[in-house]
């Protein structure tokens, strides 16, 4: 079983829509969680931090449940522009991060 | 204010070669982490250092090590280049080891 597992891609979806994007990871002690985003041949850059509480920015919203050890990314009114590969990233607290494959998001017009 | 920088940008070497990689963290940053990325996969833990120490280590050969300097930069070594090490090489910097970090544009190396 891989660490981190994300959802297969690629979604394709009309702009407008919501999307969500699920994440399940292995490592019970994991401590820090996020999900970054990357366009092709570019680097990843941080969406937003994942939070036990949930946290929301915008039209993004995450989620964290330990117990079942699954994370969540919600994007409401899909824009053309959140067209990109959506990476769940998760820290462990023996200094090792792993990032999921990632799943690619097309929106369309 | 200056991002993660890293040099050179591409590099193409032959196998059996040795290559170093250097990345500049964000200033006050003193976490660095290296990663190997190849086409359609997400990016693979190789090192984090901290305050200057190695803190964490992926499933990487011994082939790969690194080192962080006193200003906190980093160099990631690898010998005996292999066609399979051909990849974009990733450094992020964070506050500290659990913080979130942010990458640099990275170093694409292809090895002929």
């Known amino acids: 079983r891989k660490e981190v597992e994300q959802d297969p891609g690629p979604f394709n979806v009309p702009e407008g829509a919501t999307v969500a994007f699920n994440c399940t990871y292995s490592?019970?002690?994991?401590?820090?969680f996020f999900w970054y985003r990357q366009d092709c041949r570019k680097e990843p850059k941080l969406l937003m931090s994942v939070y036990s509480s949930g946290n929301e920015d915008g039209r993004f919203t995450a989620q964290l449940n330990r117990a079942s050890q699954y994370i969540s990314l919600l994007i409401r009114d899909s824009k053309l522009s959140d067209s990109a590969t959506y990476l769940c990233?998760?820290?462990?607290?023996?200094?090792?991060?792993?990032f999921g494959a990632g799943t690619r998001l097309f929106v369309k017009a | 204010d200056a991002g993660v920088t890293q040099s050179p940008t591409h590099l193409i070497k032959t196998r059996g070669q040795h290559v170093t990689l250097r990345c500049s963290p964000i200033s006050g940053h003193k976490s660095v982490s290296w990663y190997q990325q190849v086409l359609g996969q997400g990016p693979q833990f190789i090192f984090q250092?901290?305050?200057?120490?190695?803190?964490g280590r992926g499933n990487f050969p011994d082939r790969f090590s690194a080192r962080q300097f006193p200003n906190y930069s980093s160099e990631l070594n690898v010998n005996a280049l292999l066609l399979g090490d051909s990849a974009l090489y990733l450094c992020?910097?964070?506050?500290?080891?659990?913080?979130?970090?942010?990458f640099g544009p990275g170093t694409r190396l292809t090895v002929t």
């Open positions: 490592n019970s002690a994991s401590q820090s």
């Open positions: 250092y901290y305050e200057k120490e190695e803190r």
């Open positions: 990233v998760v820290s462990t607290g023996g200094f090792k991060t792993i």
């Open positions: 992020a910097s964070s506050l500290g080891p659990v913080n979130e970090q942010y």
